[in-house]
């Protein structure tokens, strides 16, 4: 959203500079995102100055140069050649000095006034005419001014050339109220009124507004007041088309608008100005001099303003004469029926429609509008009238137009204001400093939001129905704060508190201590949007499209539904990095997925159908490990994903041997396991190699490891553990190792869970250091090495003591897993 700082200034009379608004503007919460300062006339006419010509003869050695002395205000004459037939004695003009710059017809080679000799008379400047200076295209002589005209005066005051800046806004979606200029200036009005300035928002004198005559009526009638709660229209006839005065055009042009004819210019002012978009109709195309607004048949074809021809379907709100559609409600107009160089009567149209109709048909078609853009996140239903009598006001200025008929405006039902209790002492709680209640009734005041009573310390407020933002009491202690200005609260250099007890562990804190060993451990964390793309599911069975959370009104096709895995947020930012060639990669990120059962709502309880997990998704690809001169580089693997969630598991009181292990067939993964804590407990954890069809699909050459946790499961888990402490062992360990010849389809696991089964006293710790698959072993046979450490907390171990232990083991691993000791 691009601010004029002169068209700003209009509507609050202040000294405040340019940059001096743009740092309070980001104070107060509108961010500024760019600043630019725009001359009038490229170079400001720095160096030109008004001249009086003095004399005036031929130049001795031409048959069209004259000789010339002029007088600029300095000490003495200035001698300068010029060819302009206009030029004599007596006559004033613009004079260009030696070393101004000009830009002529106001382009971007710029002409730099030297001293020079021209046929072998020195020329000491440059008498103009209107395009050597750039403020017009005459160039059939000298520009004359008028005999009035002071000698030495700059021309930029003599020209009243008044440079502009543009103060380029980032508005966030809920500050749609900001997206005028009025809007801005309340915002302003409201934060300098908290510092004691005397200010006041001048809005435009409609005053004036009167029927000049009833000679073009347009009935109007709205068939759906669900889609336009309001509408309102004005005629206006004998208008002239023309161009916009030049400080209207620069008005539009510092809003990154491009001036077209003084009637589509007034709508598109009025647009900026007051944030109301404004529609005009050629009275002479409204067939039957009637408006219907209605939905059109499924399929009507409609030719747009683009030349383009759209097909409407039953949804589609339209703007519509007695025969045919005309405008797309709120969107963009249509080809045959708005303003052209022939059109003399107009009707203008100012409504409210709902965001929601606006929204879907805009994303239909994907047109995104200046007039789409503010519908959509909801205009001030309450401006409609005033917009009309301000553009009707200035078509009788600026075009010559009368006023041919009585307002007709149809408000079905008016929107509320929203009302919220506010207390005082809780705002000051929350902001942290005690702000004086008349502060607080200014603030809200310049904001429009008035007190309606005052009990003690609970107010109760009426938020005007512009502010969609503001509906609770938290918003309204954010308002406060914003204008009472976040700069304004101190930071005390100490501060006391106290260390509470917090028997149970907190998300916050798990999630730091997860975040603090993956980031030590060269992970990178990600942050990415709860809002995914339902393309993504199409076909999948282990997240199916039903179970998708829908957008009703999302912002795009790439954000229509919410997602149920982080898996494709991860994809995404890998495949970001690998096209930018940054293949390499550890990554984590912390999120909610979301999910609809239909078959969980009830009746009284129909929310049920809506569920939300806490996530964690870890995933590494490329090298593991970094290039160093003592190891060779490590590429990564499954078994590098496994090795991380083992010690994170570990640092939440878990081992990852004791989990319940399976293999997972899913269409996400090539080769996946998944973990729970037992057989009756959901999924924990999930890991494997992103299958090749997902890499192909995010074009992705190289395996990606990728782990997803339920982290709130892993919560619930670790509450339930208690810490425990060890006395260190007075005895020494010892390690024996053992290789056994088992099936291919024991796991590991099992092994580990039948070896503390049978050494529950002296087994302290089981590792897996060799698997060999081979030729040399029978078929549907592999080999497991194990190591294994024994310890007695009260004597030191003998030999037999060892012996008998390991016997014990191999016979256990003999008759549950079939296992054959390997000699």
Not at 50 to 70: I, K, N, Q, R
Not at 191 to 212: I, R
Not at 495 to 505: D, F, I, R, T
Request: one cysteine or more.
């Amino acid at each position: 959203m691009n601010i004029s700082y002169n068209w700003l200034k209009r509507y609050l009379k202040t000294d405040l500079s340019a940059e001096e608004m743009a740092t309070i503007l980001t104070d107060i919460g509108l961010e500024v995102e760019s600043f630019e300062k725009i001359e009038s006339i490229r170079g400001g006419l720095a160096g030109v100055v008004v001249g009086e010509v003095l004399t005036c003869t031929d130049h001795p050695d031409s048959d069209h140069l004259h000789l010339t002395t002029v007088d600029v205000g300095g000490e003495a004459p200035l001698q300068i050649v010029c060819g302009a037939p206009n030029c004599r004695q007596g006559l004033k003009v613009l004079c260009a000095t030696v070393g101004a710059v000009l830009y002529p017809n106001g382009g971007e080679e710029e002409f730099k006034i030297k001293r020079s000799k021209i046929r072998g008379v020195e020329s000491l400047g440059m008498l103009c005419a209107e395009d050597e200076l750039g403020i017009g295209a005459s160039h059939e002589g000298i520009m004359e001014l008028p005999a009035d005209a002071k000698v030495g005066q700059p021309a930029r005051e003599y020209l009243k050339l008044e440079d502009d800046y543009v103060i380029g806004i980032g508005l966030t979606p809920n500050r749609i109220d900001a997206a005028s200029h009025i809007g801005v200036a309340r915002d302003l009005a409201a934060y300098l009124k908290s510092q004691g300035k005397p200010v006041e928002l001048q809005w435009p004198d409609v005053s004036a507004f009167a029927v000049d005559n009833r000679d073009l009526k347009i009935d109007v009638q709205v068939k759906n007041s669900e889609a336009a709660p309001r509408y309102a229209g004005v005629t206006v006839k004998n208008c002239k088309i023309g161009p916009s005065p030049e400080w209207m055009q620069n008005c539009l042009r510092a809003a990154g608008i491009t001036p077209k004819n003084n009637l589509v210019d007034i709508t598109n002012f009025v647009l900026f100005e007051l944030g109301q978009p404004l529609h005009a109709f050629d009275a002479a195309k409204i067939d039957g001099s009637r408006i219907v607004v209605r939905t059109c048949e499924e399929g009507t074809p409609f030719v747009t303003l683009d030349g383009v021809e759209r097909k409407l379907t039953a949804n589609d709100l339209m703007i519509c004469s007695a025969a045919k559609p005309m405008c797309i409600a709120g969107v963009y107009g249509g080809l045959d029926s708005g303003v052209s160089d022939t059109t003399t009567d107009v009707f203008i149209e100012s409504a409210y429609f709902n965001p929601v109709w606006v929204r879907k048909t805009a994303k239909r078609f994907g047109l995104n509008t200046d007039s789409s853009f503010r519908f959509e996140r909801g205009v001030d239903p309450d401006i409609q009238v005033y917009a009309l009598k301000r553009a009707a006001l200035l078509m009788k200025e600026l075009a010559g137009g009368e006023i041919a008929s009585e307002i007709t405006d149809i408000c079905s039902a008016p929107i509320e204001k929203f009302k919220v209790e506010l207390d005082i002492k809780r705002v000051n709680s929350l902001i942290g400093k005690e702000i004086p209640a008349d502060t607080i009734r200014t603030i809200l005041g310049a904001l429009d939001i008035k007190i309606e009573a005052e009990e003690g310390d609970l107010w109760r407020v009426a938020v005007p129905p512009y502010r969609v933002d503001v509906t609770r009491e938290a918003d309204l202690v954010e308002e406060i704060l914003r204008i009472y200005g976040y700069n304004n609260i101190p930071v005390p250099s100490h501060v006391n508190s106290a260390l509470s007890y917090a028997p149970k562990p907190d998300r916050n804190k798990l999630m730091n201590l997860a975040a603090d060993f993956l980031t030590a451990n060269g992970f990178t964390e990600i942050m990415s949007n709860s809002l995914s793309k339902a393309a993504y599911y199409e076909g999948l069975t282990s997240y199916k499209p039903e179970h998708c959370v829908k957008i009703l009104n999302p912002l795009s096709n790439d954000l229509n539904v919410m997602r149920q895995t982080l898996l494709f947020n991860m994809l995404e930012a890998v495949q970001l990095n690998a096209n930018h060639r940054n293949g390499d990669l550890k990554l984590y990120e912390f999120g909610n997925c979301y999910f609809y059962d239909a078959t969980a709502a009830t009746p009284e309880e129909p929310l049920k159908a809506y569920s939300e997990q806490f996530r964690l998704a870890i995933a590494v690809t490329g090298i593991a490990a970094p290039l160093s001169w003592n190891r060779k580089p490590e590429q990564a693997s499954f078994f590098t994903l496994r090795a991380i969630a083992e010690k994170l598991l570990r640092r939440f009181g878990l081992d990852l041997y004791t989990l319940k292990s399976e293999s997972l067939r899913s269409d996400l993964y090539g080769d996946a396991l998944s973990f729970s804590l037992n057989d009756k407990a959901r999924e924990l954890v999930q890991m494997g190699v992103v299958s090749s069809k997902l890499r192909k699909a995010f074009d992705l050459k190289q395996d990606v490891y990728y782990l997803e946790m339920d982290f709130g499961a892993l919560i619930k888990a670790t509450r339930k553990n208690k810490v425990t402490a060890k006395e260190l062992s007075k005895f020494p360990e010892v390690k024996r190792d053992l290789a056994l010849l088992i099936d291919k389809e024991v796991t590991f696991s099992a092994l580990r869970d039948i070896a503390f089964a049978a050494e529950r006293k002296l087994l302290k710790r089981v590792s897996l250091f060799d698997v060999y698959e081979g030729d040399k072993l029978p078929e549907g046979k592999k080999s497991y090495a194990l190591s294994f450490v024994l310890e007695d907390k009260t004597q030191t171990l003998t030999d037999k003591m060892i012996e008998q232990a390991m016997a014990n083991l191999t016979a256990q691993f003999e008759r549950k897993a079939g296992a054959q000791v390997r000699a």
